[in-house]
């Protein structure tokens, strides 16, 4: 597969940061972008060693309001169905219903992020979805206001292996127990609250992970922490995942398992479409369209009220999809 970026350019990307406001004195944005080039690169790479079929395209494209990014689409694959690993970098104005809904008084934003969802082919082995983002706010005189990051990781299996979400959990707890033993409760606590279909009856829409909003930094070193802090949840994501994928992939399945499969994929869809307020982000700030629905399902089915066979597995799922404890 072609990298469009090379380690030479990150080389010069990180060599360009400098000052660009008095109370902004690391650029965090250029660190931070040229963190997700990189590790986008690197799941790319593994997740193709883990289909051994199909490699991901690269789609490089411009926002015409500022900015742009690079989305890393995989199709059809041996182990993956569909998946998409994209990274963005954009700026421009910030429209007056997103002031209001973020509570800020900022005209001008700019925001980073990778966003990457994966819908494997085999039911058995379970969707993913992690992103990890940066959002500054300026003021008339393009002066930062505001900062922050955000960012987590969750699995939505289709049947329960006890053993993978404990895994899944475990590495992302200690990926933060660094940087504080009582972050991984807090975030798994948001995350169990936040990736929930409200009109279902507060479903969730899998077994949770981490998930954390609005980490403003206090000063420099405090957004040194935060970068590194980043990271480390980055960093954690093909641990966490990959052997999961790997210890399912190869596990026959019919279509009982397919249907089951198609209806959980409906319920994803909807809580894109209705709750994620990435997705409402970009639809309503006039991003790409083929970029931000990359996150939904190739195959997906409704059907009407329907009810799993009692005792079956597909039961069993039900009674995951409420918080516990994990790790």
Same mark, same amino acid.
């Given at each position: 597969?072609f990298?469009?970026?090379?380690q030479g350019?990150?080389?010069?990307q990180? /060599?360009s940061?400098k000052? @660009?406001?008095?109370?902004?004195t690391?650029d965090?944005?250029?660190?931070f972008?040229?963190?997700i080039?990189s590790?986008?690169n690197k799941?790319?790479s593994?997740?193709?060693s883990?289909?051994?079929k199909s490699?991901?395209?690269e789609? *490089?494209w411009e =926002?015409?309001e500022g900015g742009?990014?690079i989305s890393?689409?995989?199709?059809?694959?041996?182990v993956i169905e569909k998946?998409? $690993?994209n990274?963005?970098?954009v700026?421009?104005?910030l429209?007056?219903?997103m002031r209001?809904?973020?509570? *800020?008084?900022? /005209?001008k934003?700019?925001?980073?992020?990778?966003?990457?969802v994966?819908?494997? %082919?085999?039911?058995?082995v379970?969707?993913v979805?992690?992103?990890? &983002?940066?959002f500054?706010?300026?003021?008339?005189?393009?002066? $930062?206001?505001? #900062?922050w990051?955000?960012g987590?990781?969750?699995l939505?299996p289709y049947y329960?292996?006890?053993e993978d979400? /404990?895994?899944f959990?475990?590495? !992302? #707890?200690?990926?933060?127990?660094p940087?504080?033993?009582?972050?991984?409760p #807090?975030?798994?606590?948001?995350?169990?609250k936040?990736f929930?279909?409200?009109?279902r009856?507060?479903? +969730? =829409?899998?077994?949770?992970?981490v998930?954390?909003?609005?980490? =403003?930094?206090?000063d420099d070193?405090? +957004?040194e922490?935060l970068?590194?802090f980043?990271?480390?949840n980055? @960093?954690?994501f093909?641990?966490?995942?990959l052997?999961?994928a790997?210890? &399912? #992939?190869?596990i026959?399945?019919?279509?009982?398992e397919l249907?089951w499969q198609e209806i =959980? &994929?409906g %319920?994803y $869809?909807?809580f894109?479409l209705?709750?994620?307020?990435?997705? !409402?982000?970009?639809l309503k700030?006039?991003? %790409?369209?083929e970029?931000?629905?990359?996150?939904m399902?190739?195959?997906?089915r409704?059907?009407y @009220?329907?009810?799993?066979p009692a005792g079956? &597995?597909e039961?069993e799922l039900l009674?995951y999809?409420?918080?516990?404890?994990? +790790?």
């Amino acid at each position: 597969m072609f990298r469009w970026i090379t380690q030479g350019h990150l080389w010069k990307q990180l /060599k360009s940061i400098k000052n @660009n406001s008095s109370n902004n004195t690391i650029d965090t944005k250029t660190i931070f972008y040229a963190y997700i080039q990189s590790l986008q690169n690197k799941i790319c790479s593994a997740l193709e060693s883990l289909d051994g079929k199909s490699t991901f395209i690269e789609d *490089v494209w411009e =926002r015409p309001e500022g900015g742009g990014g690079i989305s890393c689409i995989i199709s059809e694959g041996n182990v993956i169905e569909k998946g998409g $690993v994209n990274i963005s970098s954009v700026h421009g104005e910030l429209p007056q219903f997103m002031r209001d809904a973020f509570g *800020v008084s900022g /005209k001008k934003f700019y925001a980073c992020g990778l966003s990457l969802v994966i819908h494997p %082919r085999n039911p058995f082995v379970p969707t993913v979805h992690a992103n990890w &983002r940066y959002f500054e706010l300026y003021d008339d005189e393009e002066k $930062v206001i505001d #900062k922050w990051f955000g960012g987590g990781s969750d699995l939505t299996p289709y049947y329960i292996f006890e053993e993978d979400g /404990k895994h899944f959990h475990a590495t !992302l #707890k200690n990926a933060m127990q660094p940087f504080g033993n009582d972050l991984y409760p #807090k975030y798994k606590e948001h995350c169990d609250k936040y990736f929930i279909n409200k009109h279902r009856n507060n479903e +969730a =829409r899998g077994i949770g992970g981490v998930f954390y909003d609005y980490l =403003r930094p206090a000063d420099d070193m405090d +957004a040194e922490r935060l970068l590194e802090f980043q990271k480390a949840n980055g @960093n954690a994501f093909l641990n966490a995942y990959l052997p999961i994928a790997e210890k &399912r #992939k190869d596990i026959p399945y019919g279509e009982i398992e397919l249907k089951w499969q198609e209806i =959980r &994929r409906g %319920r994803y $869809v909807e809580f894109n479409l209705v709750h994620d307020r990435g997705t !409402l982000f970009g639809l309503k700030t006039n991003g %790409r369209i083929e970029s931000i629905l990359m996150s939904m399902p190739p195959r997906a089915r409704w059907e009407y @009220n329907y009810q799993p066979p009692a005792g079956s &597995r597909e039961e069993e799922l039900l009674e995951y999809l409420k918080p516990r404890e994990w +790790a």
